[in-house]
């Protein structure tokens, strides 16, 4: 590639970055050049703004448009970002109409855009807690179960004691029964996805966006995640996309003062802002996303958890995917790949059931235009369509699911690429459990939530998606409650047999049921996992065999977890502490990427300095 200038940054930027000089001193230089007053200070209560205005100018960086200003004795004045102004053109401006002067104060954009946070802070709150549920309340999490919902739970709470104590076999074949729709459901849809999955594919990468490309917000909900800032920030660092298109939130709790103290202490370039989340609402994940969304600018947004280190050439797939499909792709799920599976037990099984998911089961939903169950990072959205549905819902806990299905509902399409994102998987029981309780309590959450007007849901959806939609949040978690009890009651009909106390053909019918269910169930969940991986990944294999039972009984704990904390703490998020991956792991795996980044960085100037692929490898 032919080396090409770095994007000018703008003047104020450039000066104060000698270090000869502070942006106060720029810009009382520029006012006293213009003949103009400087507002250093600005009271956020005195900004002549409504509603519409204020959200206008959070999106735009304080755009180009002046802000009117109360002055403490009484006067009206305009505030003008300092960024914005062209010297020539404003001295031109005053020669014509100089009564203007005395009326413009010059003002820092970033004390300005400080302000504008500010005096917006009880406007982003209200939306992030409410916005879902007064746009669209029929489709909020914020009630958990309705009064019919309630009124069927309830019923049958009530009427399977006393049918166990009235009739129990035909109570425990009816149940068997049920049980046996749940799990032929979800193997049949495994054994569909294994035709069509495989290892990523060797495809052509996407081309390096140069010229006028859209600008792309990346977002980041950060908590208690201290250790991780360092790596964080050099792992964005890698993203191939022009800078000055480029921008970075990181979305922080107010009251998280170590990650925001480790924030502080990295020297961070001008497209990346730190956004202080208050304590109001739910406190949650989406909750924190919803409140930072107003404040983006990008024509596509993209979220990562702040363990991720994304495929350098990850945005510019995702931009070019989102230029050949119309307005109808509303969002693209990059396949989260996991780097330490031979860590530990629960490490290897989670990234084995990843690899089933993002390579075997969400790229057959997505060639067949079923409705897609987002993963909770690396979600490219087209921002029209993220904000058309009404955003994240604070109150799931599992928001990527329920946002997939409310798009769906809509009428958006939802693909997956090829560029994955790298992260590390739980290694002990007690970091995995947690997580997977949050996952099934947001399935439980959403499956209530679409499931208030099933007709309703089926238009929507069209029937496709909608017995979809009853097979991956329904039957997924019905299958994990469901599990130990057939184990159980196979153990108990084996038992029966061989002592000669089960006559007739019942028993032996159940037992017949509960082999085919759990034979099958292990068999496709092991063939889409080993279809998925490429030879090389496939030795040890018999690993993943012997621990796929203790990993399904593990995801029952889970779900029986998940429906007590469902009906006790329906809002609670459980959070998940994660481990630091080092560049050298990246390199390992994607060293086309990694050196896509390197050469990116060369040939613009816009990265910052990364050490060269052999010298990382050595640490």
């Known amino acids: 590639m032919s080396r090409k200038p770095a994007a000018r940054a703008d003047i104020l930027s450039a000066l104060a970055s000698t270090g000869d000089y502070s942006r106060r001193e720029v810009i009382r230089a520029l006012a006293g050049e213009l003949g103009l007053r400087l507002a250093e200070e600005i009271d956020p209560e005195r900004m002549v703004l409504n509603e519409n205005q204020l959200l206008l100018l959070l999106r735009g960086n304080g755009g180009h448009l002046p802000v009117r200003y109360l002055e403490r004795g009484g006067g009206v004045c305009f505030l003008l970002p300092a960024r914005s102004v062209s010297p020539e053109r404003m001295r031109a401006c005053l020669a014509k109409r100089p009564h203007l002067a005395p009326r413009i104060r010059l003002v820092d954009d970033r004390v300005l855009r400080e ?63 049920f049980a046996t729709l749940f799990f032929l459901t979800c193997v049949m849809l495994r054994a569909a996805a294994v035709v069509y999955a495989g290892p990523p594919d060797n495809a052509s990468p996407a081309p390096v966006p140069v010229g006028n490309v859209p600008t792309y917000s990346v977002l980041i909900a950060l908590y208690k995640e201290a250790d991780i800032v360092p790596d964080l920030l050099t792992a964005l660092d890698w993203i191939v996309w022009p800078r000055d298109r480029l921008e970075i939130k990181l979305v922080c709790e107010a009251d998280d003062h170590e990650t925001l103290a480790a924030i502080r202490a990295c020297p961070l370039p001008s497209y990346i802002e730190v956004i202080e989340v208050p304590a109001v609402g739910p406190r949650t994940k989406p909750k924190a996303l919803s409140y930072a969304l107003p404040m983006t600018s990008g024509e596509f947004v993209v979220l990562y958890d702040a363990e991720d280190w994304p495929d350098p050439m990850q945005l510019a797939e995702a931009w070019a995917r989102f230029q050949k499909a119309g307005p109808e792709l509303a969002v693209l799920q990059a396949p989260l790949e996991i780097s330490n599976g031979p860590e530990s037990p629960v490490a290897r099984m989670f990234a084995f059931e990843y690899r089933a998911l993002f390579r075997g089961l969400l790229p057959f939903l997505a060639r067949h235009r079923f409705l897609l169950p987002l993963g909770g990072t690396s979600n490219h959205f087209r921002r029209a369509a993220l904000e058309d549905v009404g955003g994240w819902d604070p109150y799931n806990v599992t928001e990527d699911a329920d946002l997939g299905l409310r798009l769906a509902r809509f009428g958006y399409r939802a693909e997956t690429l090829n560029s ?36 309703r849901l089926v238009r929507d959806l069209g029937f496709g998606s909608f017995i979809m939609a009853q097979i991956l949040f329904a039957g997924m978690l019905g299958s994990a409650l469901l599990h130990p009890f057939l184990l159980a009651a196979f153990l108990l009909g084996t038992v029966r047999l061989w002592l000669g106390q089960a006559a007739g053909v019942t028993y032996p019918l159940l037992m017949a049921l509960d082999v085919v269910n759990i034979t099958c169930g292990y068999a496709a969940f092991l063939m889409l996992g080993w279809q998925t991986m490429a030879k090389g990944q496939r030795r040890g294999f018999w690993r993943i065999v012997m621990l796929t039972p203790v990993y399904w009984a593990m995801m029952s704990w889970a779900g029986w ?15 998940t502490p994660h481990e630091n991956m080092k560049a050298s792991q990246i390199l390992r795996q994607s060293p086309q990427g990694a050196g896509a980044a390197t050469a990116y960085g060369a040939d613009t100037g816009q990265l910052w300095p990364m050490p060269a692929a052999a010298t990382i490898l050595r640490r």
């Open 420 to 455: 994955p994102t790298y992260e590390k998987a739980p290694r002990m029981l007690s970091v995995w459990v947690p997580q997977r309780t949050r996952w099934f309590k947001g399935w439980a959450q959403t499956w209530l939530v679409h499931m208030r007007q099933p007709v």
């Open 561 to 575: 977890r998940a429906v007590w904390q469902l009906w006790r703490q329906p809002f609670r998020w459980e959070k």
């Open 115 to 177: 302000a504008l946070i500010s005096r917006a802070r009880p406007l982003l709150s209200r939306i992030a807690v409410n916005g879902l549920s007064e746009r669209h309340p029929e489709m909020s999490a914020h009630v958990v179960a309705n009064a019919w919902q309630g009124y069927m739970a309830g019923l049958a709470m009530a009427l399977l004691p006393v049918g166990l104590l009235l009739a129990p076999t035909l109570v425990v074949g009816i149940v068997h029964l």
